[in-house]
């Protein structure tokens, strides 16, 4: 039999060890550089964004169409670490939110901000279920918002109305637009939108102009228009995209792409792919 004084001292013994796990862990966390990462997950066909400033604010842009992304979520969170402080949904269809589902029960999220857009699909109705329980801030997008995170910003440019409770027959084209900048650096989040809006958004003026583009709708000819390409102009086009019936990613996009000397990368082909920027040069990191 083991003595109380023996159990004690494995229980103390057990205890500092733990405790010094945790106290290196910290210390690795606060030892990163201070960076804006910005992980295009490899979720097969559908998009899922995981957005780490340098101040190591959290944020989520999409969730693919499955589990996946509960996965790959773990890889670039500390295990202790089950939290995000913003979750976007760019537009209700499954292949952006049906992923989320598993975050908003895995996860505990701070913010939440979509368009409140109707989708009767498979799922939507537990997506609603899921924001009420999750005790979030619910932030409806309508137009103009602006987030700050630290030295990261975080621009909202569409869509330019209110679209709570409305049922839109083109849901891809009610798909959030959103503009991060960190320095000299700045991407642009696209989500599904069509041409059709690529074109609003150049005729209203807004500066476009960024260095990483998410090409919109993984690739479809109906979207990434010359015009819109010229007025974005990247030096880096990523293109999230899996099996799929539709073509994704067309040769018509893949030619205007090339057109203009973008550089082009798959997560079909690739992987989850990360840009790291330091605010003057990105630098991209790929995990097959
Ligand atoms: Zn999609």
Known sequence: MISRAKKFALFLLGFLFFANILAWVAVFE??????????????GQGDAIFIETPERHQVLIDGGANSKIL????????????????????HPQKDHFAGLL???RDYEVEQILWTGVENKTAGFEEWLKLLEEEKARIVLVKKGINIRAGSV????????????????????????????SFGKNSFLFTGDIS???????????????????????????????????????????????GENPYGHPTKEVLQRLEKFDINVLRTDKKGDI???????????????
């Open 274 to 288: 990360k840009v790291i920027s330091d605010g003057n040069n990105l630098k991209i990191e790929i995990e097959d």
């Open 102 to 104: 598993f975050v908003l």
């Open 153 to 180: 910003s975080l621009k909202i440019l569409f869509p330019f109305e209110d679209l709570a409770g409305q049922e839109i027959k083109n849901i891809n084209d009610t798909s959030i637009v959103s503009h991060l």
């Open 30 to 43: 606060f030892s990163k550089p201070k960076v804006l990462e910005v992980c295009f997950f490899d979720v």
């Open 195 to 241: 041409s059709s809006i690529e074109k609003e958004l150049i005729e209203k003026g807004i500066d476009l102009s960024s260095n990483v583009l998410k090409v919109a709708h993984h690739g479809s000819k109906y979207s990434s228009s010359e015009e819109f390409l010229e007025a974005v102009f990247p030096q880096l086009a990523v293109i999230q995209v």
């Open 71 to 90: 996965e790959k979520l773990g890889k670039e969170l500390p295990f202790f670490d089950r939290s995000l402080d913003l979750v976007i949904l760019t």
